[in-house]
């Protein structure tokens, strides 16, 4: 479904990726971990056109969206849930997931459905983004991405600053997406949290991919897990 | 003076206030979304008012007899069509303008204010080589000019029709901003560029339909405006400061913010006018030095524009 083969990303003149190459087959969650700095970000951006990759080639479905413009590239299917979930503080619920709104080629979430999914948002819909939890914030945010009926979704960081509780739930939302057969990639400081919805996993370190293969290759291996993930989980 | 005496001004001043923050939302959309300060605003203004003028006065350049039964048209319905095809004529003015800006998007300030002042300097000259440097009067249909009689004081009644086409147009404004799809990604992107396009937003698509929307509110209150303060060159300059002053007032991105500014404005200029009508300009240019320097955080103390 997506082949990002070989990329560099730059941030200027500083290079951030360094012939980065990950595959992201349909229906599967790939985890992509590291520490920080570690360049997980930038292959998100890179992917979503934010951050040009100058070298390369990213193609989804088969076709190339290297050189795509954004709004292309998320039409094309692809759904983002940054880090900081980026809602616009002054619009209502409504109207942020309003702007998520869209038909691609894969199927559609009407917002009765993403509603279920996320029972409270029913009664957030007429409050401004600015006045809800950080919790709050990221159901909004999966939610919008979800309306945009995505075929992959982006998932940078989903459990950061959220209570344990809450990370279970969007944890078991990822999965619920990949029930419905839609792929993910969920980037994660917490390792053990992204090792536990994935199928795979990649780990980036100072921009270069460091090992890339199964979940269960590296949770059978703790002393490979160790090696890669140190600090991480 | 009576007090009440002053209140024909505060209409004059209502009537000004509305006018200037349509000018004022057109500039703040703009300024918002593509982060830049449009400074030939106003000459999209003056040239609502040029081709409002060319309109109604039959004055096009069309073959003579075409113009000779135009001009037999009753002179309200010849004002209507103003109303309604100067701003649309006017939309091309600013599509080719957007076009020129898009190399400044994202860079500094200073690329936006050096550009736009150039194209307000070559609207102008334009203005100056095609219709010359005199004054024009806009006529005016019978019905909507002259004066009443009203608590023993004399009403201009244009004044009235031109707060009332003033207000139609606001609540339009307030409709496409507040309640449209199209207002809450123009809200967005001024927030946010990336997540609105990251959404599939086409933000190229989005920055022209914001820049022929504050066209053609721009040129729309030149029209509004041309039967009362006349049509000449100059008149862009003395409708962008306005606009200025009120978004320094209200704060960018707040639409109520820009109406109480507006009014604010128009009535200084309209209740100084009451004293020496020769003051009312100068009044909104010091009141613009006065904001500037002791008020810069505007009157709602939400982030100006002369702190982003
Ligand atoms: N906007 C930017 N401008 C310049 N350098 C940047 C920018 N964003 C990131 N970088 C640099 O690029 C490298 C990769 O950053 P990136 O944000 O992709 O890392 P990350 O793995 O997502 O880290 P984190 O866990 O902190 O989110 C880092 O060295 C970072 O300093
Ligand atoms: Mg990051």
Request: aromatic share 8%; net charge positive; proline share 4%.
């Amino acid at each position: 479904m997506l082949d990002v083969s070989s990329i560099d990303s730059f941030y200027g003149e500083t290079q951030a990726l360094f012939s980065v190459s990950l595959s992201v087959r349909a229906g599967e969650v790939l985890a992509l971990l590291g520490a920080n700095g570690a360049g997980k970000t930038t292959v998100l951006r890179s992917i979503l056109g934010l951050t040009r990759a100058r070298r390369g080639d990213i193609r989804f479905q088969g076709k190339s969206i290297t050189a795509s413009a954004t709004h292309h590239i998320a039409c094309a299917g692809i759904g983002w849930v940054p880090d900081d979930r980026r809602l616009c503080p002054t619009l209502t619920v409504a109207k942020n997931l309003s702007l998520g709104e869209k038909r691609t080629a894969f199927r559609a979430w009407s917002l009765g459905e993403v509603t279920e999914i996320f029972t409270p948002l029913k009664y957030l819909m007429a409050r401004e983004a600015e006045t809800l939890s950080g919790g709050e914030m990221q159901m909004v945010a999966i939610a919008r991405a979800l309306l945009g009926s995505p075929g992959l979704v982006l998932f940078d960081e989903p459990s950061q600053g959220l209570a344990p509780k809450i990370v279970d739930d969007v944890m078991a939302v990822i999965r619920r997406l990949r029930q419905a057969g839609i792929a993910s990639i969920v980037v994660e400081q917490n390792a053990d949290v992204a090792l536990g919805v994935a199928d795979r996993v990649v780990v980036l370190s100072q921009g270069h991919v460091a090992w890339a293969g199964d979940v269960a290759a590296l949770t059978a291996d703790p002393g490979l897990k160790r090696k890669l993930l140190g600090g991480l989980s | 003076m009576s007090l009440l005496n002053l209140l024909p001004h505060l209409l004059n001043g209502i009537a000004l206030g509305l006018l200037f923050s349509l000018i004022a939302l057109g500039f703040m959309l703009i300024l918002g979304l593509m982060e830049q300060i449009n400074l030939a605003h106003g000459s999209l203004f003056a040239l609502g008012a040029y081709f409002a003028y060319a309109i109604c006065g039959a004055k096009l350049p069309l073959p003579p007899d075409v113009l000779v039964a135009w001009a037999g048209v009753p002179l309200g319905l010849r004002f209507a069509t103003a109303v309604v095809v100067a701003p649309i004529l006017v939309a091309p003015f600013g599509i080719v303008l957007e076009r020129l800006m898009r190399r400044t998007y994202g860079r500094d300030p200073l690329y936006g204010l050096l550009l736009t002042f150039g194209v307000a300097m070559v609207l102008e000259e334009l203005i100056r080589v095609v219709w010359g440097t005199r004054d024009y009067m806009m006529p005016v249909p019978r019905d909507m000019s002259g004066g009443f009689i009203m608590l023993d004081l004399i009403w201009s009644t244009y004044r009235f029709w031109a707060a009332g086409m003033a207000v139609v147009a606001m609540g339009a404004v307030w409709f496409i901003v507040e309640r449209t799809r199209f207002g809450a990604m123009v809200k967005a992107g001024a927030h946010d560029s990336e997540i609105v396009q990251a959404l599939g937003i086409d933000l190229t698509r989005l920055r022209v339909w914001v820049f022929v929307l504050g066209t053609m509110l721009a040129a729309f209150a030149g029209v509004i405006m041309a039967p009362l303060w006349g049509i000449r060159p100059h008149m862009g300059v003395d409708a962008v400061v306005p606009a200025f002053l009120i978004i320094v007032l209200g704060g960018v991105g707040s639409f109520w913010g820009a109406a109480l500014g507006g009014l604010l404005v128009g009535m200084v200029v309209g209740l100084s006018g009451a004293y020496a009508s020769e003051w009312s300009m100068l009044s909104m240019y010091l009141l613009l030095i006065a904001v500037v320097t002791f008020r810069a955080r505007g009157l709602f103390g939400k982030k100006s524009v002369l702190e982003a």
